[in-house]
């Protein structure tokens, strides 16, 4: 993944040294020239990651990035998502909150949703969690959630499967019980994939044990930033 981060800043260096360069973009503003720089950008970015993480994304990351719009309505997406993660790192603080692009990348390990052992089963402190988390995602109902369930790789690969699908959605099913529409959520279930520690240590096995979403905007929220573009 550092591969294709490193390219999609070269190729964000190289558009916006050209862009700023050019006779028509010094008879600009910079707003404007933002918009040209970041459509610009999201299309080859979207074209070099798209490539590898296909649209809509089989991981959490690539769910975001394949909800990019790109241009001045973007930037405002960008600025309601910046918001948004703040609210979510200072309501769980042991969370790894991401912004990427015009969307949220959110990891809840182990410490922040615990499930029983080798089950679905939410625990107490993984429900204390997310009510947390339900309180912002109320805040911004104009989003839409993936929720991507990991195991470690102890057991069979074929139980840990099954058993990230249930586990995620168990997530969901927590938080439409709590009064956020189930529409808003998609599951996904990756098993032993994408560890993002050694599963050769117990700490390592914790952290791979995981939930994370993917936050993107959805459609009324991509019109609503569309015309306020054009104001």
Do not use: H, W
């Given at each position: 993944?550092?591969?294709?981060?490193?390219?999609?800043?070269?190729?964000?260096?190289?558009?916006?040294?050209?862009?700023?360069?050019?006779?028509?973009?010094?008879?600009?503003n910079?707003?404007?020239?933002?918009?040209?720089?970041?459509?610009?950008a999201?299309?080859?970015?979207g074209?070099?990651?798209?490539?590898?993480?296909?649209?809509?994304?089989?991981?959490?990351?690539?769910?975001?990035?394949?909800?990019?719009?790109?241009?001045?309505a973007?930037?405002?997406?960008?600025?309601?998502?910046?918001?948004?993660?703040?609210?979510?790192?200072?309501?769980?603080?042991?969370?790894?909150?991401?912004?990427?692009?015009?969307?949220?990348?959110?990891?809840?390990?182990?410490?922040?949703?615990?499930?029983?052992?080798?089950?679905?089963?939410?625990?107490?402190t993984?429900?204390?969690?997310?009510?947390?988390?339900?309180?912002?995602?109320?805040?911004y109902?104009?989003t839409?959630?993936?929720?991507?369930?990991?195991?470690?790789?102890?057991?069979?690969?074929?139980?840990?499967?099954?058993?990230?699908?249930?586990?995620?959605?168990?997530?969901?099913?927590?938080?439409?019980?709590?009064?956020?529409?189930g529409?808003?959520?998609?599951?996904k279930?990756?098993?032993?994939?994408?560890?993002?520690?050694?599963?050769?240590?117990?700490?390592?096995?914790?952290?791979n044990?995981?939930?994370?979403?993917?936050?993107?905007?959805?459609?009324?929220?991509?019109?609503?930033?569309?015309?306020?573009?054009?104001?």
């Amino acid at each position: 993944m550092k591969k294709f981060s490193i390219v999609a800043l070269a190729a964000l260096m190289m558009i916006g040294s050209v862009l700023t360069g050019c006779e028509a973009a010094k008879n600009t503003n910079k707003t404007q020239r933002g918009a040209g720089i970041g459509a610009a950008a999201g299309a080859v970015i979207g074209g070099v990651l798209g490539n590898n993480l296909g649209k809509g994304g089989n991981t959490a990351l690539g769910a975001v990035i394949g909800g990019v719009v790109g241009g001045v309505a973007g930037g405002v997406i960008g600025n309601k998502m910046d918001k948004q993660a703040r609210e979510i790192d200072q309501a769980i603080p042991g969370a790894e909150v991401e912004r990427v692009g015009e969307g949220i990348k959110l990891v809840l390990n182990e410490n922040a949703v615990r499930f029983d052992t080798s089950k679905s089963t939410l625990t107490a402190t993984a429900k204390g969690n997310l009510d947390k988390l339900v309180t912002v995602f109320n805040q911004y109902p104009d989003t839409d959630i993936v929720i991507f369930g990991y195991t470690d790789s102890t057991g069979k690969v074929e139980f840990n499967q099954t058993l990230s699908e249930q586990r995620a959605a168990s997530v969901k099913s927590y938080l439409v019980s709590k009064g956020i529409s189930g529409t808003r959520f998609t599951t996904k279930g990756m098993g032993i994939a994408d560890p993002i520690a050694s599963n050769e240590t117990v700490e390592g096995r914790s952290q791979n044990r995981r939930v994370e979403f993917a936050i993107t905007a959805n459609q009324k929220m991509i019109q609503d930033a569309e015309r306020e573009a054009k104001q």
